[in-house]
């Protein structure tokens, strides 16, 4: 079973790459990586099965921050600032790829009922989730040094502020075994 879940974790990050590469280009599935593939090497380094209870906060409010952060990146036009840098054209919301991309998304979703389950596959969605927020997003700030324009706002810049500290917490809070924290 654990190898199982080692390959359906390795399959699910090699498609998520592969799915932000059609639908965003090379910059952005790079970036990605270092969410998906971090949250892989991490998943495997941390394997602690830590109660759902002791995520449970830091992973709700990095879903809402999550969800303000995609507010403030349709609003501010983020996906078409994107495109000025990397040259690829922001993909058609009823794409294939664009579609994809929420369905691997929504996955995050379901890590409540996957760790309450004690369920390798929800720590690993954990750990991708937690780790995309808490890395990936950083990049908001290191965009603006490709726009040619001296350094200012980038669209999403403002809600990784909160959103990505929180995100740490989880990892931290993810990365204690259960013998630590006294939970049978």
């Known amino acids: ?38 949250g892989f090497i ?29 507010f403030e990146e349709h609003v501010m036009q983020f996906f078409p600032a994107l495109s000025r840098i990397t040259g690829v054209p922001v993909p058609e919301l009823n794409s294939t790829p664009a579609i994809l991309l929420l369905v691997i998304a929504s996955f995050w979703l379901l890590i409540p009922f996957f760790i309450n389950g004690k369920k390798d596959f929800g720590y690993f969605l954990a750990w991708t989730f937690f780790a995309s927020m808490g890395m990936i997003e950083l990049a908001h700030f290191v965009f603006p040094f490709y726009t040619g324009e001296s350094y200012g706002y980038f669209p999403g810049m403002w809600s ?25």
């Open 1 to 38: 079973m654990k190898s199982l879940n080692i390959i359906l974790a390795a399959s699910y990050v090699t498609v998520s790459l592969y799915i932000s590469y059609l639908a965003l280009g090379v910059l952005p599935s790079l970036l990605f990586s270092t969410g998906f593939m971090g």
């Open 160 to 184: 990784v502020i909160p959103l990505v500290p929180v995100a740490w917490w989880g990892m931290q809070r993810l990365s204690h075994s259960t013998e630590q924290m006294n939970i049978n």
């Open 42 to 70: 991490l998943w495997r380094w941390m394997p602690e099965k830590v109660a759902w209870k002791k995520v449970r906060t830091p992973y709700f409010i990095t879903l809402f921050l999550f969800v303000v952060h995609k």
